[in-house]
């Protein structure tokens, strides 16, 4: 097993490049800043375009995929069965597929683009700055991100479950690049660095605002070195459950976080302005549907402007950074699942529950602000970690809620750096399904060490562009994986459908008759 390990050539190399990227972020952080900077406006103008339609064809594939005869095959054999029941199930993919993020801008987003809206027409602080900030936060956090999760996983599961092969993505994409050992070690290389960034951008994001709740909380104000060592204890949580492996450790966190969530949720829905929140959500759902395809494709040639880029393209870089080591996970977890079941369920459930967090605590923020001069948009402006807990400052039990929320940022920053520690173990060990503990170790370092070299070069601005860069080459990957699956499945025998079967005996039992006269 260690051998699998020691002896992969993808472990030594995107090891190393990460740990040069430690040492020069450490070591120069202002020219490490600077560079961030300059491949930041690099990537998002030149290639803002092609992240808005690689992820618009992903939803149209994944759609018309779901809907196809093709969405009736399992992941597994025909007589498999989900291994985890269905909170379970979506608890995990919750953890592991918003991570902090959503904890994070589920006030901050909303009440952002209130103040600097996306629109140069659109008046800040108005009536319709609001409706818009919700629609578009909607947007962002809605179907498609998670329809580049459920591509990576559906192809990997498709490979490990039906295929019985490693959940590699490079063996994923062997119909499309074939066999040879170089190309598939370049693939995973870039899959596992990717990964890296996108969940040190999270530990980064969940630093910044468990700092900003202690502040609120016990006042310990806002420096580096209480957000290095929020790191540090997160690194030492999420090391400890790593050792428990799947069904113990990541499985019971992905449960209590779960219910945390949902306690903190249903709090802010009933002591906030429950009827307000029921119909931001209402409307920002009609909102979103109207607007999908103008949104999905929204650049600013003519008008010129960041805001798409700052925004959107983040966004969609950040997922994509994030789809190989989510993909693998949800893959591992949805053993037994039609493909059917399984994009609709990635694709339709935790979008669901990010909207009404949204709603929630983004509509609760609105309110305050507009009802009560709350002064939240001020906050955000001044220190975008801050809103969550400015908000409960207008809530009753504030100091028992922003304790939870900092438990729940906890928990969440641990079960998604958990599962990115066992499933980069995994790539980095030949696919094994049980890799070694002393990978996940190294890669639980790397994580945490990239997270405070981001946060010491730049903060958010350099977490931002962390996720962006490392998205790139992985975005051309995730067509290549669509036509990979696309290419299996037409070879591919097709389940027997309970209505064909019943068709099926009808017509027999009628030839038997008709034999008989």
């Known amino acids: 097993m260690k051998n699998k390990t020691w002896n992969n050539p993808v472990f030594w190399v995107s090891a190393s490049i990460l740990v040069v990227l430690v040492l020069l972020g450490g070591l120069l952080p202002e020219s490490f800043g600077r560079v961030a900077g300059v491949l930041f406006d690099f990537t998002t103008i030149n290639f803002g375009w092609f992240y808005l339609l690689s992820v618009f064809i992903i939803i149209l594939f994944l ?6 005869k093709a969405g009736g095959i399992r992941l597994g054999g025909e007589e498999e069965r989900p291994e985890f029941p269905f909170f379970t199930w979506i608890g995990m993919l919750f953890s592991a597929g918003f991570g902090v993020g959503l904890v994070f801008w589920g006030v901050a ?12 027409g659109l008046e800040g602080r108005t009536v319709e700055a609001a409706r818009v900030a919700m629609g578009y936060s909607f947007f962002h956090w809605g179907i498609s991100q998670w329809s580049v999760y459920a591509l990576v996983g559906l192809i990997i599961g498709f490979m490990q479950y039906r295929k ?24 995973d290389s870039f899959a596992v660095i990717a990964t890296v960034m996108g969940v040190a951008t999270s530990i980064g994001l969940g630093a910044l605002q468990m700092n900003g709740g202690l502040n609120a909380v016990f006042g310990t104000g806002t420096s580096f070195w209480i957000q290095l060592a929020v790191i540090a204890v997160v690194f030492a949580a999420y090391m400890l459950s790593s050792t428990t492996g799947l069904n113990k450790g990541i499985r019971y966190l992905s449960n209590l976080n779960l219910i945390f969530a949902i306690v903190l949720l249903l709090f802010v829905f009933v002591t906030g302005p429950t009827l307000f929140i029921l119909e931001t959500f209402t409307l920002a ?49 949805s053993k037994g699942r039609t493909i059917r079941e399984f994009i609709m369920g990635v694709m339709t459930v ?25 002064g939240i948009a001020d906050a955000v402006q001044a220190d975008v970690s801050s809103a969550l807990f400015k908000t409960f400052e207008q809530m009753p039990f504030t100091m028992v809620v922003s304790i939870l929320s900092i438990l729940l940022i906890l928990t969440f920053l641990v079960t998604s750096a958990d599962s990115a520690t066992y499933i980069m173990s995994s790539m980095t060990s030949k696919g094994s399904p049980n890799p070694p503990r002393v990978p996940k170790l190294v890669w639980g370092v790397l ?5 405070g070299v981001l946060l010491y070069a730049g903060g958010l601005n350099a977490l931002q562009t962390a996720s962006l860069i490392s998205a790139l080459p992985f975005t051309l990957l995730l067509l290549l994986l669509g036509l990979s699956i696309a290419k299996l499945l037409r070879k591919e025998p097709l389940p027997i459908r309970k209505a064909d079967l019943k068709r099926f005996l009808r017509l027999e039992k009628v030839a038997k008759e008709e034999k008989k006269k």
């Open 109 to 120: 987003e909303p009440m952002s683009h209130y103040v600097d809206t996306p629109f140069a």
């Open 63 to 68: 759609a018309g995929l779901a809907l196809s």
């Open 447 to 451: 994580m945490s060490a990239i997270a």
């Open 164 to 187: 019985q092969k490693d959940g590699l993505i490079s063996t994923a994409l062997e119909p499309i690049a074939g066999h040879r050992p170089g190309m598939k070690n370049t693939i």
């Open 285 to 333: 759902i009609g909102d979103y549907i109207s607007n999908f395809i103008g949104y999905s494709l929204r650049l600013q040639p003519y008008q010129g402007g960041t805001w798409v880029r700052d925004w959107t393209i983040f966004y969609w870089a950040w997922a994509i950074s994030w789809s190989p080591f989510v993909g693998a996970f949800v893959a591992r977890v």
């Open 350 to 374: 935790p979008p669901a529950i990010a909207c009404f967090w949204i709603a929630a605590f983004g509509g609760t923020a609105l309110w305050n602000d507009a009802n009560r001069n709350a």
